[in-house]
């Protein structure tokens, strides 16, 4: 399902965090069905952002490994621009770790 800011359940909040947003299903990197695993594995948005980062990273990364270019007549595509989404999505998993662990309440027994 294609995003949609007016409905913006858990799914839609994570893949606005991360930027894969579009109003086609067409142009979505990660499925619906991806950003609902990651809202079932995490403890909170952040850490479902954070591995939904993560995967996006690992997708890029086989994009830059295997293809560098790719050529049909007068038409070129290059993923030279996947190493840099590589890196920003890594980056944006370790903001969103960071987010993450800013929530977490130090508990000691006895003490607490």
């Known amino acids: 399902m294609a995003y949609n800011s007016t409905r913006m359940n858990t799914s839609d909040q994570v893949r606005l965090y991360v930027g894969d947003i579009s109003t086609s299903t067409a142009s979505e990197i990660l499925a619906d069905t991806d950003y609902a695993h990651f809202n079932s594995a995490a403890g909170n948005i952040w850490i479902a952002a954070q591995l939904a ?21 007068d038409l ?37």
């Open 53 to 73: 980062a993560n995967s996006l990273a690992a997708k890029f990364t086989s994009l830059a490994s295997d293809v560098k270019s790719k050529k049909v007549g």
């Open 76 to 112: 070129t595509i290059t993923y030279s621009d996947a190493s840099a989404a590589v890196d920003g999505y890594t980056k944006l998993s370790q903001k969103f770790g960071r987010m993450a662990a800013a929530q977490i309440t130090p508990y000691a027994g006895g003490i607490s």
